[in-house]
Structures are given as structure tokens and as C-alpha cells.
């Protein structure tokens, strides 16, 4: 597998796109906007979208769900059912942040923990992790040893939790419970800013060294 970060959208949102290298068959991960930014990305490497999976409902990440499905035909895959009321409320939060064109948009198939996506011969698992918001989903390719996490983690800080239905110790239990035990090698993909490893935030991240060991 291979992977591509697209910044979107003025929150400078890490769009991802993953894809199988035999098939050429790619994943978006979090269409937040800029749309044709991302479908440039994909026919740079001519790949052809096979799915479009989203982490959770906060408008950055999916603001541009709907136009992509709509333009490609792509099935849409996550995140949680907890989060659908923030999908419903896509009006609500383009107002607030400026995103006038996002749509709201029904899943093909909401995800829960354990589940898989694939896309060409390429198999995620895919680990609930609310804190952030209660449908927050992570999507993991063991064979790489990579995670895209949405807004759960980011090099030295953590997911806010003051948006609705956001819990603080939910989000470190997500944390410590699901992401730590894949193993500190494990590089991860953030909602935004720079990538980093799961070891390097267990030992070093201020919001979470000296809590888990």
C-alpha cells in the first residue's frame, strides 16, 4: 500500500488517500473540500477511487463527502452512527465555519470497531475511537505499520473535546486502549499537521507522558 497527504480546506485538513499499487485502486480519506484538488491528486498517479472512508463528522473532514460521492460514484464507508447527528447537521456547521457548499450525506455503510474496508487488495481495520466525537473512527494497515487517526492524535497534543458529545477521558481511553497496543513503531497520519509514532507521543507528548508508561 501506498499513501498521499492532500491538504484541504483553510483548517489545512490532512486528506488521505491510500491505494493498492497492483490494482491502482485508492481510498479518500476525509474529504474535508477542495475537491478538485483531491481528484488531481488521484489522477496524478492514475488511480481509480474505490471508496471514500471518513474518521468522523466534523465538517473540515467531511465537507466534501457528498460532492465527491456525487461526482464519482464512490460508496461511502464510516464513520460511527454516534456521529450521525453531526452529519445532519452539515447546514448547521457550514454556517458556523464558512462552508457554504457542504452537503449532508447518508453513509453506505456505517463502521463500527473490528470491522475491515478494502479497496483493491488492500484490507483496514477499522478501531472506534470517540473522545473527540462519540463515532470517531481510526483506520489501520497492519502490514504497514500505519494508521490515519483523524483527530484523536497529532504530534504532541491530543483531539479537543469541548465540541457536543465530546469526553475528555473517553478520548484518553481511546487512546490508551485501542492505539497504544498497536505498538509503538507504528506511524500514524493526523487529521492535521505532521505525522509522528505512536511511541513518540507515548513517551513525549505532554497531554498523555507519565499517564500510560
Known amino acids: 500500500m501506498r499513501y498521499k497527504i492532500v491538504p484541504v480546506t483553510p483548517f489545512e485538513q490532512n486528506c488521505t488517500i491510500f491505494w493498492c499499487e497492483k490494482t491502482r485502486q485508492a481510498a479518500v480519506i476525509d474529504p474535508g473540500g477542495d475537491i478538485e484538488r483531491i481528484r488531481a491528486a488521484l489522477a496524478a498517479d492514475d488511480l481509480t477511487l474505490a471508496v471514500i472512508l471518513v474518521t468522523h463528522g466534523h465538517i473540515d473532514h467531511v465537507g466534501g463527502v457528498a460532492a465527491l460521492a456525487d461526482a464519482t460514484g464512490a460508496p461511502v464507508e464510516?464513520?460511527?452512527e454516534d456521529d450521525r447527528f453531526w452529519i445532519d447537521g452539515m447546514a448547521q456547521q457550514g454556517r458556523m465555519f464558512g462552508f457554504a457548499d457542504a452537503q449532508p450525506f447518508v453513509p453506505t455503510r456505517w463502521l463500527k470497531d473490528g470491522d475491515t474496508v478494502r479497496f483493491g487488495e488492500v484490507e483496514l481495520q477499522v478501531l472506534h475511537c470517540p473522545g473527540h466525537t462519540p463515532g470517531h473512527v481510526v483506520f489501520y494497515h497492519p502490514a504497514s505499520r500505519l494508521a490515519q487517526v483523524g483527530d484523536v492524535l497529532f504530534q504532541g497534543s491530543i483531539g479537543r473535546t469541548d465540541f457536543p458529545r465530546g469526553d475528555h477521558e473517553t478520548l484518553l481511553c481511546s487512546i490508551k486502549e485501542r492505539?497504544?497496543?498497536?505498538?509503538?513503531?507504528v506511524e500514524f497520519?493526523?487529521?492535521?499537521?505532521?505525522m509522528s509514532t505512536l511511541g513518540e507521543e507515548r513517551r513525549y507528548n505532554p497531554f498523555l507522558s507519565g499517564r500510560f508508561g
Open 78 to 80: 464510516g464513520p460511527h
Open 179 to 185: 492505539l497504544f497496543p498497536l505498538g509503538d513503531e
Open 189 to 194: 497520519i493526523p487529521g492535521h499537521g505532521p
